[in-house]
């Protein structure tokens, strides 16, 4: 577990839940199986989405964070002024320092478990902090029934320990690949790079309290979302005792297709 998380119940507490009297989310998936679609579903019924990667965008500007980041990778990741690519547009007239090219960072960690490693010691404690404080807020403004904190690497680093319940998007490897040939020219290499650099999707399933497939169309997947939030949020079990992994499927017969969670795993099972 990432030692910059705390696992205990955050203080005060007013409610059923970790935070109080809203529940938060984990949300995880399969590279390219529309976990960002998921939230963006569950924004539009009224959670709170924090997305930890535009997080990690934002911790990457601060500067204290940037110099340690140019310190370890070298001159070589900073953006220059009309450099290409995601990340790393600058105006040559800013007084700060260049950005980092986020680009040229992924292109090194991801061929290398040890600067991965080293990346994340320096952009994952602040990431963290910054979660808490997003929660916090929301709990305290009290407008969402639920926070969402969407972030791939949830279980890896620990941050589950800030949700109440963790949620998977699935969908077949060829669908997902497909899926980012299209819309980010990535290649199968490239998928199982990444693919790499996390756990097992095996694993995580096993940890999740609900398994959305997305493996159909829009509508089918509104469905899902529908059973996720129905089950969640509107109805949820008690904290103490938490719905297992489920599977809100997008598509087949049974009530599952129009997003009713199936019957979920034994307890030992789950365990095994």
């Known amino acids: 577990m990432d030692p910059h998380i705390d696992d205990r119940s955050p203080s005060p507490s007013t409610g059923p839940w970790?935070?109080?009297?809203?529940?938060?989310?984990?949300?995880?998936?399969g590279i390219g199986a529309g976990k960002s679609l998921v939230a963006a579903l569950l924004a539009g019924r009224g959670a709170a989405v924090i997305d930890a990667d535009a997080v990690g965008h934002d911790v990457l500007k601060e500067r204290a964070?940037?110099?340690?980041?140019?310190?370890?990778?070298?001159?070589?990741?900073?953006?220059?002024?009309?450099?290409?690519?995601?990340?790393?547009?600058?105006?040559?007239?800013t007084p700060?320092?260049?950005?980092?090219?986020?680009?040229?960072?992924?292109?090194?960690?991801?061929?290398?478990?040890?600067?991965?490693?080293d990346l994340e010691a320096l952009v994952h404690p602040p990431m963290c902090r910054a979660f808490e404080r997003a929660i916090d807020r929301a709990v305290r403004e009290a407008r969402a029934p639920a926070v969402v904190l969407d972030a791939a690497v949830l279980l890896e680093k620990g941050w589950?320990?800030?949700?109440?319940?963790?949620?998977?998007?699935?969908?077949?490897?060829?669908?997902?690949?497909?899926?980012?040939?299209?819309?980010r020219g990535w290649t199968e290499a490239m998928?199982?790079?990444?693919?790499?650099?996390?756990?097992?999707?095996?694993?995580k399933?096993?940890?999740?309290?609900?398994i959305v497939v997305n493996d159909g169309g829009p509508d089918a997947l509104e469905a899902a979302v529908d059973g996720l939030w129905s089950t969640l949020v509107m109805s949820p079990a008690l904290p103490g005792h938490p719905p297992r992994a489920a599977q809100a499927r997008?598509?087949?017969?049974?009530?599952a297709a129009r997003g009713q969670p199936s019957p979920a795993p034994s307890e030992a099972s789950k365990r095994s």
């Open 18 to 29: 970790k935070h109080g009297t809203i529940p938060v989310l984990g949300l995880i998936g």
């Open 65 to 93: 964070v940037r110099d340690q980041v140019v310190a370890r990778f070298g001159e070589g990741i900073v953006a220059r002024p009309g450099a290409a690519g995601e990340g790393s547009e600058i105006s040559s007239e």
């Open 96 to 117: 700060e320092p260049p950005p980092i090219d986020r680009r040229a960072v992924g292109a090194i960690v991801f061929a290398d478990p040890a600067a991965l490693r």
């Open 160 to 183: 589950d320990a800030l949700c109440d319940r963790v949620v998977y998007v699935d969908a077949p490897r060829a669908q997902r690949l497909a899926r980012l040939a299209a819309q």
């Open 191 to 203: 998928l199982t790079a990444r693919e790499e650099a996390q756990w097992p999707a095996e694993e």
């Open 205 to 210: 399933k096993r940890r999740a309290d609900l």
């Open 250 to 255: 997008t598509r087949g017969p049974g009530p």
